[in-house]
């Protein structure tokens, strides 16, 4: 009698913190600091505040339908059980847009920074080498991976420190934190507009919901998780918004795509900026590390499923406990890096996020207030109030994305149906050829 080799619950709290962080990355805070500032109108502590009230009614229906659905898979797996396994399939397939496309940019911009850093060493080799990196971590086990993800995350908060630091240092005696709010030159359209832009700062709080499997007390754990995450990342990005709106209400930058950077240089000069090159390339190393684990995992389950074709995606090494033939799939995928644009990867990733986040904030409406009858006052308001807003919100976002975004996306969802009639039409032929035919003188095959 075979054992069957299943995922390993070895994950604690914190573990599962680390790796959500990884993926979210903080230093997220720079790299779109310039398109940001721009489209809030430089208020962005005001646009930051918004984006986390927004994003957290998502995270608290991911939270609920975690505990309801203790199980890998995510939106995937939430969305099949409340709703319909077929509208599943659709959400897990845009999800693997968001899963599949983040360790591609995560690659692209490790090539793109390090050969800016070593002309002489083509982007290719860093792209490669990073794969293989990514590749054999993920193999070896996510516990590994978590504590990995701990160390690199607990510098980039340590750099945040330290930039809020030189900041603090800057302040006058007059200044102070409610002149932020005073401010009523800019409308509240136009903070709301830099407000659905610093949303994507948040897009990785979701990935622990596949690492259930993997993580101790799941149920409470995951919860938990999800929250500390958006807090942490909250905090993360409004003390240094506020010191720096605060010191420098008026900003321009020479180039918006590197503003990240000038802000660093005239905060802490030269010996600050080099620091942040280093440290932003460690965030982008450990973004790509938890997004592997991310969507290995979602492969597994949709594998498991029968979604996916079983022997490849639902098999898990016997020794590592990991889906190794799923990890060498994403490092061939992620290896599109090499012809991809950056702006086509950021558009898939935000179409599968979107998407993903839409259906989990209705999956708790069917599934609390409807499936299961919890109607009461309070319960309206957990069940249906709240989802419902969660829901209102990402859909303006998903408005907000512009054509080739809406178009790409619809196009590989075309490609999912189509895939999933085939999958039906071959199951429905397997099953008429193995139901005996009768005849006359008996049965036959």
Known sequence: MTTEV??????????????GLAWMTPMIYFSIYGIAYENAHGMLTQAYLLAFIAILFTAYSYGVMSKTFPTSGSAYTYTKKSLHPYLGFLVGWALLLDYFFSPII???TFGIYLHAQFPSIPAYVWIIGLNIVLAIVNIIGIKFSANISKIFVWIQILFI????????????????PLQLFLQTDVPFSTILAGASIICFSFLGF????????ETINSEKTIPRAIMIIIITASILYL???????????????????????EIVQLVGGAALSSVFITVLILAIFTQGLSSVTSVSRLLFVMGRDAILPKRVFGFLHPKFNTPVINIAIVSCV????????????VKFVNFGALTAFFFVNISVIAQKYIKEGQRSAKMTFKYLILPLAGAGFIGYLLSLLDKDALWMGGVWLVVGIVYHLVQKRMRLSAGRAAVPIRGQSGVRT
């Open 206 to 213: 979701d990935t622990v919901t596949t690492m259930s499997e």
């Open 161 to 176: 420190a330290v930039f809020c630091f030189f900041l603090f240092r800057g302040l006058s005696g007059d200044v102070h």
């Open 106 to 108: 995560a690659c692209l």
């Open 239 to 261: 003390v240094p918004s506020v010191l720096t709106q605060l010191i420098y209400p008026h900003l321009t930058f020479v180039n918006v795509d590197s503003a990240g950077f």
């Open 6 to 19: 299943t995922l390993r619950k070895s994950l604690s709290l914190f573990q599962v913190v680390y790796m």
């Open 334 to 345: 992620s290896l599109l890096a090499l012809v991809i644009s950056l702006d086509n990867a």
